[in-house]
């Protein structure tokens, strides 16, 4: 798994790549087939007051390309609230391979019996 952790406007410290990584290992531990991650941390200078902090994830498996991204004031909460949702789009996709929607033949042979 190649992992790559950047920031745009933003010195990423051993502390934000450590949590970032903590972050990960459950996303990682749901889904092992992860190929490639990407990670971009950002700050947008929308006014004086007015800081958003970003944080976006592309997540390469097999077969798939998953983005998410979010926005809010404080660092680590993008984070959290990024870590959620890649969290349920990696959950869903697992169930998607999964299922496959159909009957086995051994199956469908012993119902038409």
């Given at each position: 798994m190649?992992?790559?952790?950047?920031?745009?406007?933003?010195?990423?410290?051993?502390?934000l790549?450590?949590?970032?990584?903590?972050?990960?290992?459950?996303?990682?531990?749901?889904?092992?087939?992860?190929?490639?991650?990407?990670?971009?941390?950002?700050v947008?200078?929308?006014?004086?007051?007015?800081?958003?902090?970003?944080?976006?994830?592309?997540?390469?498996?097999?077969?798939?390309?998953?983005?998410?991204?979010?926005?809010?004031?404080d660092?680590?909460?993008?984070?959290?609230?990024?870590?959620?949702?890649?969290?349920?789009?990696?959950?869903?996709?697992?169930?998607?391979?999964?299922?496959?929607?159909?009957?086995?033949?051994?199956?469908?042979?012993?119902t038409?019996?």
């Amino acid at each position: 798994m190649n992992l790559t952790i950047s920031g745009h406007h933003l010195e990423v410290t051993p502390a934000l790549r450590e949590y970032v990584l903590t972050k990960l290992d459950r996303v990682t531990r749901h889904f092992d087939q992860v190929v490639d991650i990407n990670v971009l941390l950002s700050v947008e200078k929308l006014k004086e007051k007015e800081r958003r902090q970003k944080a976006e994830v592309t997540l390469h498996v097999k077969g798939k390309d998953i983005f998410v991204e979010n926005s809010h004031e404080d660092l680590y909460a993008a984070i959290d609230q990024l870590m959620d949702k890649l969290d349920r789009q990696v959950c869903r996709h697992k169930d998607r391979i999964n299922d496959h929607h159909h009957v086995a033949p051994k199956r469908m042979d012993a119902t038409t019996s």
